[in-house]
């Protein structure tokens, strides 16, 4: 498993897979998409990332990131 993943392309490999529809979805054809399930998608953030201690409001830093401004 590659731990060099960036967030962008973890959350954009979670979309791609119709079997996560319950815990990430697109919202627009623009780029746009919503968090069913945050704390789950964090939970596997942090096993992506060897960071056990991952919870949703260090995911949610992370993403203001990627905000349009």
């Not at 627009?28 to 968090?35: A, C, E, I, P, T």
């Not at 964090?42 to 830093?61: E, F, H, Q, T, V």
């Amino acid at each position: 498993m590659d731990s060099a993943i960036t967030l962008w392309q973890f959350l954009l490999q979670l979309l791609q897979k119709p079997q996560n529809k319950h815990m990430i979805c697109w919202t627009s054809n623009d780029g746009q998409f919503k968090l069913l399930q945050a704390e789950e998608v964090a939970r596997l953030w942090g096993i992506r990332k060897n960071k056990p201690n991952m919870n949703y409001d260090k995911l949610s830093r992370a993403l203001r990131y990627y905000y349009v401004k």
